[in-house]
C-alpha cells in the first residue's frame, strides 16, 4: 500500500505517524513534507504543478492520497487526480467551495436552514464602510477568500471595524483573498471543532476539539493558523451534540446531497456553544490544524481502515480511548506576522512521544526552525487537567531561541 499525503505541517506529520503506526507494512510520501515527515516516509521534492503530482502518483502506483493542507485545492488536485483514475481523499473543486469561497458556504448554510450568524456580504468598500455606520455592536470581519486561518477580524467598534476593512480591501494585505467580505454577527461564546468523514452518503464526526486561534493568552491579539487544541472539547455535552446534529449536520447533509457537492473526504464544523444554542461559524473540507495533532493519539480504530471504509460509503464506528489529550504549538516569537527561523532546537531527540514537526528540519544530527509553528507538543491523560501538566512537562525540555507558546491551552 502507498499513500501520498500533501502538506508540510504539525498535521501531516500526525496522520503519517498514525498511518504508519497502524501499518508498519505500508510506504508514506509526503509533498512537500517537512523534517519529521521524512522520518517515517519520503518526501518527494520538485514538482511544480499538480499535473506533475498527478503524473507522480500514477508512475508510482501510489493507491491513495491525502489533502492535507488546503492549498491543493484551490488548484484542483482532486478534479486532477479523478482524471488520472486516482483514488484522493479530499474535496472536489465545486466542493471545496464550502471551505474557500466564504459567500458560497454562507449562501448554502442559509438555504438549508442551518444555524449559523446573520451575515452580509461586500465588494464595495464604501458600500461596507455604509453599512457599518447603522451598526453598534461588535462585529466579524471576514475575507472571502482563505487567509491560513488569519484572515478574520473581532470588531468591538467602528474604528476597529474601518481599520479591519482598510486592511483588507485597500492595503489588500489578504491579496484576493480580499476582494470580497463577510461582515457577520459578533457570537459570545465557546468554540467548538467537529472533524467528521464524509462518504457521499453519511457523516460520521470524530469526538469533539477545540483550538486555540489567537497568539495571545486568554484569546488576545491576532489570529494565527492554532496555537493549541484539546480533546475532546468539555463544552460538547449531550444536549450540544444533539442540538448540532439537528441543526446542523442533518441539514448540512441533506444539502450537500441535494447540491451535489458530493466527495469522499473529510469535512470540518467550526461551532459557536453560545448560552442558549449552538451556531456553524464555517466549514473546512479537510482536517484541522493543529485538533488532528491531538486527535489522532486518541483514536482506536486504524486510520487506514477508516480512510478505506469512505471510497465504500459505508457506514463505520470509530473507536476512540477514554482519555484526553492536550497540544501545545511552539512556535518563533513574532509568528503569523515577523519571525526568524534556522534557530537550533535542544531537547527534541530525547522526546517522550507524541509529538510532531510543524516547521522544522534535521541537518547534521542538528533539529533546526524552518518556520512560525515549530512543534507540536502532545501530553494524554484520564483528565484534561492531567493532560495539559504532562504536555507542558513536556515542552519545559525544549529549547530555542525566540521560542514562544501560549501557557493557558486547556485552561
Ligand atoms: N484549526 C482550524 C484549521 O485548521 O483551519
Same mark, same amino acid.
Given at each position: 500500500m502507498k499513500i501520498l499525503i500533501l502538506g508540510n505541517g504539525g498535521r501531516e506529520h500526525a496522520i503519517g505517524k498514525k498511518l504508519f503506526e497502524d501499518n508498519p507494512s505500508i510506504n508514506i510520501y509526503f509533498y512537500p513534507g517537512n523534517g519529521g515527515t521524512s522520518l517515517i516516509g519520503k518526501n518527494i521534492e520538485n514538482y511544480h504543478s499538480t499535473l506533475e503530482l498527478g503524473f507522480f502518483a500514477k508512475k508510482n502506483g501510489i493507491d491513495i492520497t491525502i489533502v492535507g493542507s488546503e492549498i491543493f485545492l484551490m488548484e484542483k488536485i482532486v478534479d486532477i487526480f479523478h482524471d488520472f483514475g486516482l483514488k484522493i481523499i479530499g474535496p472536489n473543486y465545486l466542493s471545496s467551495q464550502l471551505e474557500v469561497d466564504?459567500?458560497?458556504?454562507? =449562501?448554502? @448554510?442559509?438555504? /438549508?436552514?442551518?444555524?449559523?450568524?446573520? /451575515?452580509?456580504?461586500?465588494?464595495? /468598500? #464604501?458600500? +461596507?464602510?455604509?453599512? $457599518? !455606520?447603522k451598526k453598534t455592536k461588535p462585529l466579524v470581519i471576514k475575507t472571502n477568500g482563505i487567509a491560513g486561518g488569519k484572515g478574520v477580524f473581532l470588531v468591538k467598534n467602528k474604528n476597529e471595524a474601518k481599520k479591519a476593512l482598510k486592511t483588507i480591501m485597500i492595503e489588500k494585505k489578504f491579496g484576493n483573498s480580499g476582494n470580497k467580505i463577510i461582515i457577520e454577527d459578533y457570537l459570545q461564546g465557546i468554540e467548538a471543532s467537529i472533524i467528521s468523514i464524509f462518504n457521499g452518503k453519511h457523516i460520521?464526526?470524530?469526538?469533539? +476539539?477545540? #483550538?486555540?486561534?489567537?497568539? &495571545?493568552?486568554? !484569546?488576545? &491579539?491576532?489570529?494565527?493558523?492554532? @496555537?493549541?487544541?484539546?480533546?475532546?472539547?468539555?463544552?460538547?455535552?449531550n444536549s450540544v451534540w444533539l442540538y448540532f446534529k439537528k441543526n446542523i449536520l442533518n441539514p448540512t447533509l441533506k444539502g450537500l446531497i441535494l447540491e451535489k457537492l458530493i466527495f469522499f473526504g473529510f469535512l470540518y464544523f467550526g461551532l459557536m456553544i453560545t448560552s442558549n444554542k449552538v451556531y456553524l461559524l464555517e466549514y473546512n473540507v479537510r482536517m484541522g490544524d493543529p485538533e488532528t495533532q491531538a486527535l489522532l493519539p486518541l483514536m482506536e480504530s486504524n486510520l487506514l481502515n477508516i480512510i478505506q471504509s469512505i471510497f465504500l460509503k459505508k457506514k463505520i464506528y470509530i473507536s476512540w480511548k477514554k482519555l484526553y489529550s492536550c497540544c501545545v504549538v511552539l512556535s518563533s516569537n513574532g509568528y503569523p506576522e515577523n519571525y526568524d527561523i534556522g534557530k537550533m532546537i535542544s531537547g527534541l531527540d530525547s522526546l517522550k512521544e507524541p509529538f510532531y514537526i510543524a516547521g522544522a528540519n534535521k541537518k547534521k544530527d542538528k533539529w533546526i526552525t524552518s518556520s512560525g509553528r515549530v512543534l507540536n507538543i502532545i501530553g494524554i491523560g484520564n483528565t $484534561?487537567? !492531567?493532560?495539559? /501538566?504532562?504536555?507542558? #512537562?513536556?515542552?519545559?525540555?525544549?529549547?530555542? =531561541?525566540? $521560542?514562544?507558546?501560549?501557557? =493557558?491551552?486547556? $485552561?
Open positions: 466564504r459567500s458560497f458556504s454562507k =449562501d448554502f @448554510m442559509k438555504k /438549508y436552514g442551518i444555524s449559523s450568524p446573520k /451575515y452580509e456580504v461586500f465588494s464595495c /468598500y #464604501d458600500k +461596507a464602510v455604509s453599512f $457599518l !455606520e460520521i464526526p470524530f469526538i469533539s +476539539a477545540k #483550538d486555540y486561534k489567537k497568539i &495571545g493568552e486568554n !484569546e488576545i &491579539g491576532v489570529n494565527t493558523g492554532g @496555537m493549541g487544541s484539546i480533546v475532546p472539547n468539555p463544552y460538547m455535552t $484534561l487537567k !492531567e493532560a495539559r /501538566y504532562k504536555a507542558y #512537562d513536556k515542552v519545559k525540555k525544549i529549547k530555542f =531561541d525566540n $521560542l514562544y507558546f501560549r501557557k =493557558d491551552i486547556g $485552561l
